[in-house]
């Protein structure tokens, strides 16, 4: 599963403490992510009696590349071990309503808290950090709850009260570098080779299928930006904002995308006997480009 960068590892899903939620309780669709349809509280088919995936080695293959993408941030750990305290959802209907229910609000409430996670980390000491130690200790506080009062948890508007909190950890990160202002845009399958993206907001834009080969995205803010399909051969994430190993895992890349330290090349990426591109920090000088030859793929 995935790793987060600075999260501790409550926020990173471990299967074996969980009873397969994310198998059962959403829904999917029949689609390029899914290979069938599942409703809302039924187990996927694929799920064994001991909780875990009978096909996760060939999930790709068997058309199920959206489970493999899928990151619960620890919430499916959290509520069976914690707020269920070791139950299962089979041992009664009751029982299985209230964890589907209550992973519903765990499982954003833990997304949150690892954006605020990483907000804190980038953010030094001083007011914006006070803020953001506070909201993290809130939203923690929260997540502790018992089943009932989490699922009272109205997470919209949580959610839309921290938010602009992030996205001033997102700007004093992202100060001096005059990036270019592209969140939510609509960039499906777009050529984006050339762009200066270099601390770009890129908050919840639609890149799927774009074309970032080459492109420089560090300090780029990627907050919930769609990854999936996009081409991110040679391009630099070293620097990146709020990027996580989920989105990479959606995405094309080889050996010669360069990544923050805590997150790893996807096993399904090109090229991973590469070496990988030693990139300049932002303000140091690039190579020359090389004359007579087109854009390094």
């Known amino acids: ?17 969980c009873v397969g939620l994310c198998c059962v309780a959403p829904a999917f669709a029949v689609s390029a992510d899914f290979a069938l349809d599942k409703p809302a509280g039924q187990p996927c088919p ?14 790709r293959e068997r058309g199920f590349s959206g489970c493999t993408v899928f990151d619960c941030f620890g919430a499916g750990q959290h509520v069976t071990q914690v707020t269920f305290a070791g139950r299962d959802w089979r041992d009664d209907s009751a029982t299985a309503a209230a964890m589907f229910a209550t992973f519903a609000v765990v499982r954003p409430l833990h997304e949150l808290l690892w954006y605020l996670t990483e907000a804190l980390a980038l953010t030094p000491a001083g007011t914006l950090g006070d803020e953001l130690r506070a909201a993290v200790d809130e939203t923690r506080r929260r997540t502790a709850g018992d089943a009932d009062t989490l699922r009272a948890v ?7 009260r921290m938010n602009p ?16 202002d ?3 845009a609509a960039l499906l399958g777009a050529d984006l080779r050339g762009a200066r993206l270099v601390g770009a907001n890129l908050r919840g ?12 995205l560090r300090l780029a803010d990627l907050t919930g930006a769609d990854l999936r399909g996009a081409d991110l051969r040679g391009a630099d994430l070293s620097g990146a904002l709020f990027l996580h190993q989920s989105q990479l895992d959606a995405a094309r890349g080889d050996r ?14 090109s090229g991973l006997g590469l070496t990988p591109v030693r990139r300049p920090r932002p303000g140091e000088a ?9 854009p390094r793929r």
Do not use: F
């Open 182 to 184: 592209r969140r939510g």
């Open 165 to 180: 909190l992030l996205s001033r950890a997102s700007e004093l990160a992202r100060a001096g570098h005059d990036g270019a």
């Open 256 to 269: 010669r995308t360069a990544l923050p330290p805590a997150l790893r090349h996807p096993a399904h990426w």
């Open 286 to 294: 690039r190579p020359a480009a090389r004359r007579g030859r087109g």
């Open 154 to 160: 109205d997470v919209d508007a949580y959610r839309g």
């Open 205 to 216: 834009a639609c890149l799927i299928g774009a074309d970032l080969r080459g492109v420089d």
């Open 46 to 59: 694929n799920l064994r009696a001991d909780s875990r995936c009978g096909i996760h080695p060939q999930l």
């Open 1 to 17: 599963m995935s790793e987060t960068p600075r999260a501790g590892a409550d926020l990173r899903a471990d299967c074996a403490r």
